[in-house]
T-cell receptor, first 113, second 109 residues
């Protein structure tokens, strides 16, 4: 039981390049989330999903897109990376959205130059 | 607008003493709160939670206190151990999940 895994662990992009971050969970959780963590800002929700085929915007969705084609996977895309997207990205999942703790992946450190 | 706030970015405590981490919130509709612990280069892990029907919840060395009238919660760690050195986040679920900015705890041996 791997829990929540994220691919890749590290990435360096040039401004304007695109990439996709992959999150996978093997706990059969309905809800999945993408956060970014920046110094002094805590964890901020980018997008989330309440089930396969659904997505919704969080607090800071601009510049990102997501897809949840399979229940176990949640993809975060950056179409045209900007230096402001340099951050550590965390994926999380939970059985339901309310009253349940979230289980986090190990994070992806992204640098945009 | 920060709905969950942790006003102390860092805290240092001697091993064996009590660590007290504080968290304030602005939304009176929040009725469930969680604390997460995060080590460097790892994702946050759930530590302890509290429902608003309680004012205290204990789990071993960790106790969370909730003061609804003050919109304030605190995490007590007694006794503190060097392995407790980490960043602690408080969080509250609403229409989405709100996290505080974190407090970095250092327990000095």
């Amino acid at each position: 039981n791997a829990g929540v895994t994220q691919t890749p662990k590290f990435r360096v992009l040039k401004t304007g390049q695109s990439m996709t971050l992959l999150c996978a969970q093997d706990m059969n959780h309905e809800y999945m989330y993408w956060y970014r963590q920046d110094p002094g800002m805590g964890l901020r929700l980018i997008h989330y999903s309440v089930g396969e085929g659904t997505t919704a915007k969080g607090e800071v969705p601009d510049g990102y897109n997501v897809s949840r084609l399979k229940k176990q996977n949640f993809l975060l895309g950056l179409e045209s990376a900007a230096p402001s997207q340099t951050s550590v990205y965390f994926c999380a999942s939970s059985p339901t959205g309310y009253g349940h703790e979230q289980y986090f992946g190990p994070g992806t450190r992204l640098t945009v130059t | 607008d920060q709905q969950v706030k942790q006003n102390s970015p860092s805290l240092s405590v001697q091993e064996g003493r009590i660590s007290i981490l504080n968290c304030d919130y602005t939304n009176s509709m929040f009725d469930y709160f969680l604390w997460y612990k995060k080590y460097p280069a790892e994702g946050p892990t759930f530590l302890i939670s509290i429902s608003s029907i309680k004012d205290k919840n204990e789990d071993g060395r960790f106790t969370v206190f909730l003061n609804k009238s003050a919109k304030h919660l605190s995490l007590h760690i007694v006794p503190s151990q060097p392995g407790d050195s980490a960043v602690y986040f408080c969080a509250a679920p609403g229409n989405q999940f709100y996290f505080g900015t974190g407090t970095s705890l250092t327990v000095i041996p």
